[in-house]
């Protein structure tokens, strides 16, 4: 079965974008090094140290599928019908776009609720990973039981204010004790137990 696990580069204070979506600093440790790593689709490469490399070429190579909300798909134009990492995605949203149709847009499910966007994504990823984006949908699908682990690439920057990683604030999100932490160059990436 898959296992569902929320991913995202987040400052200190908790944020993954600034108030307007742009992740500001929060990418800088994908240009930080000298081990070039290419990406999916029309992204230009990534330049990463090489522990940073490492670590980025096990989550991508552990991935199945992806699930993204309708707010992340919007702002990139569903990467134009081909994620960067190269895996099918699974869009929950209520309304499916119209008109949209890239080479590469039958890897694109578009599901209504939540239940039906991971049954989707795990049906594709089989034995595989379930990247869950950060914010909204990481939200529902935790609220749901369904996360079994959060990932964090944790930059040393406070943003001040932006779009969460988690938008429930209404109480503490207690999880496990971490399961990895790899230090490199302007990002520490770690990986917990959604649970304790």
């Known amino acids: 079965m898959a296992t569902l696990v929320a991913s ?7 944020f993954v974008a ?3 979506d742009d992740p500001g600093p929060l990418f800088d440790w994908y240009s930080a090094g000298d081990v ?10 990534f330049h990463l140290t090489p522990t940073s490399a490492a670590h980025w070429r096990s989550w991508v190579a552990s991935l199945g599928c992806l699930l993204v909300g309708r707010r992340l798909f919007d ?3 569903g990467w134009r019908g081909r994620h960067p990492l ?20 039958e890897d694109f499910v578009f599901a209504a609720t939540v239940g039906e966007a991971v049954d989707a994504a795990t049906a594709v990823a089989g034995e595989r990973v379930v990247g869950v984006a950060a ?8 609220a749901a039981g369904l996360l079994d682990e959060v990932h964090v690439d944790l930059v040393p ?10 938008t ?18 302007r990002v520490t990436h770690l990986r917990f137990p959604a649970r304790p």
């Open 75 to 77: 702002l990139t134009d």
């Open 8 to 14: 995202a580069s987040a400052s200190l204070d908790g």
């Open 135 to 142: 914010g909204q949908v990481a939200t529902q699908v935790r």
């Open 157 to 166: 920057v406070f943003l001040g204010a932006g779009r969460r990683y988690f």
């Open 36 to 45: 070039e790593v290419p990406n999916a689709g029309d992204l230009p490469p």
């Open 168 to 185: 429930d604030t209404s109480g503490p999100l207690l999880l496990g004790d971490p399961l990895e932490v790899v230090v490199s160059r």
């Open 18 to 20: 600034l108030p307007d």
């Open 86 to 105: 190269g895996v099918p995605v699974v869009v929950l949203t209520h309304e499916r776009p119209s008109g949209w149709r890239y080479p590469g847009s």
